[in-house]
């Protein structure tokens, strides 16, 4: 089955960029989204299809997706960005979804 | 506005079964495929099972298959994961989400808690 690898962590201080990614095998042919799931909360899409953002979302919130790696990039973090975040694929040898471990983002 | 609301979770014995339930609002809930997603404590995410509309076509994670189902009652707006032979492997958050996975998941439940334990 298809595999999403993410990094476990990423630390920032506030105002900085932080860049959280999303690898798999050829990635970059699939429609990649993006989570936030803040402590006690449900998940909340961030980014869809790779880059588009829900209404709401701010345009700090961007995403990319080539070759073998998605790209999930929050400008001018703040505070409340800290939160995990899941990228999601669907995986169409099985047609199941797969989401990726997941990414601690700290800011520090 | 567009609601979910998980219930049914609880304190289960291993071997035990529940029946977990989602109250569906605020949506066509007839023209969408639902999920179930659950979430172990402290880990990520993982995808349980899906239906699609009229209840005719339901999928499960292979590692759940015979142990857990899926189904719908649309004229009662409400989604279904019976859950049998538990273990505390089983114990997560368990939240229902509107889709199939095939596209994002764009609402999602508060999520009902499951704990398997003797």
């Known amino acids: 089955s298809y595999v999403l690898i993410q990094s476990p962590s990423v630390s920032v201080a506030p105002g900085q960029t932080a860049r959280i990614t999303c690898g798999g095998n050829?990635?970059?042919?699939?429609?990649v989204h993006w989570y936030q799931q803040k402590a006690g909360q449900a998940p909340v899409v961030v980014v869809y299809h790779d880059s588009d953002r829900p209404s709401g979302i701010p345009e700090r919130f961007s995403g990319s997706n080539s070759g073998d790696t998605a790209t999930l990039t929050i400008s001018r973090v703040e505070a409340g960005d800290e939160a995990d975040y899941y990228c999601?694929?669907?995986?169409?040898?099985?047609?199941?979804?797969?989401f990726g471990g997941g990414t601690k983002l700290t800011v520090l | 506005e567009v609601q979910l609301v998980e219930s049914g979770g609880g304190l289960v014995q291993p071997g035990g079964s529940l029946r977990l339930s989602c109250a569906a609002s605020g949506f066509t809930f007839s023209s969408h495929w639902m999920s179930w997603v659950r979430q172990a404590p402290g880990k990520g995410l993982e995808w349980v099972a899906n239906i699609n509309q009229d209840g005719s076509e339901v999928d499960c994670v292979d590692s759940l298959k015979g142990r857990f189902t899926i189904s719908r009652d649309n004229p009662k707006n409400s989604l279904h994961l019976q859950m049998n032979s538990l273990t505390p492997d089983d114990t997560a958050m368990y939240y229902c989400a509107r889709g199939s996975g095939s596209s994002w998941y764009g609402y999602w439940g508060q999520g009902t808690l499951v704990i398997v334990s003797s």
């Open positions: 050829n990635i970059g042919s699939k429609s």
């Open positions: 999601q694929v669907w995986d169409s040898n099985t047609d199941h979804p797969v």
